[in-house]
């Protein structure tokens, strides 16, 4: 059966609108796109240093890098309370923005279901074979009945019949 995998529980999106650089304040290499994970931790900088409100700063420091969505969505993770710290601040229009972005919107993100797929006991042997000879030739390893073995042992751990199985398909 089945198993049921909740993804992106206790988490906030916040909608991001690049700003336009001001005139003559881009500096060269600025005009590549930062990362989710850049955009994060200078959403958390912009927060951390509202000392005025530390019940915010805190929060900040407690949040973590859940996701960074096509179109500018930051997905955050933290526990409930910092949470509602961050929507509160929002609903005051108190949450800073990342360096060169405007929040549009904050919300809540409902958990994601999951559901998981079962593997096969199953392994293929051609393809097994076919994948640790790929893998070997893109390592620059010479396949060799003993690397071959060796390389299987490593990466399909649990198989006892490797030796036999390459024994009985290798050609001198």
């Known amino acids: 059966m089945a198993r049921s995998v909740q993804l992106a529980p206790d988490s906030l999106a916040l909608v ?3 700003l336009e650089p001001q005139k003559g304040t881009a500096a060269a290499g600025d005009t590549e796109e930062p990362g989710g994970s850049a955009v994060f931790r200078a959403f958390c900088r912009a927060n951390a240093r509202c000392f005025w409100n530390a019940r915010l700063a805190r929060a900040a420091s407690r949040l973590a890098f859940q996701g960074w969505l096509w179109r500018g969505v930051l997905l ?3 526990p409930p309370a910092s949470l509602q710290v961050l929507r ?6 108190a949450l800073r923005p990342p360096r060169g972005f405007r929040i549009k919107a904050v919300g809540d993100v409902y958990p994601v279901q999951m559901d998981l797929l079962a593997q096969s006991q199953f392994v293929p042997l051609a393809e097994v074979l076919c994948c640790a000879v790929s893998d070997m030739n893109a390592a620059q390893i010479v396949v060799t009945q003993e690397s071959l073995l060796k390389h299987l042992v490593k990466h399909y751990p649990g198989h006892r019949v490797w030796h036999p199985i390459i024994q009985s398909f290798w050609m001198d």
């Open 16 to 18: 991001l609108c690049r």
């Open 76 to 78: 955050v993770h933290a």
């Open 88 to 93: 509160d601040a929002w609903r005051r229009r």
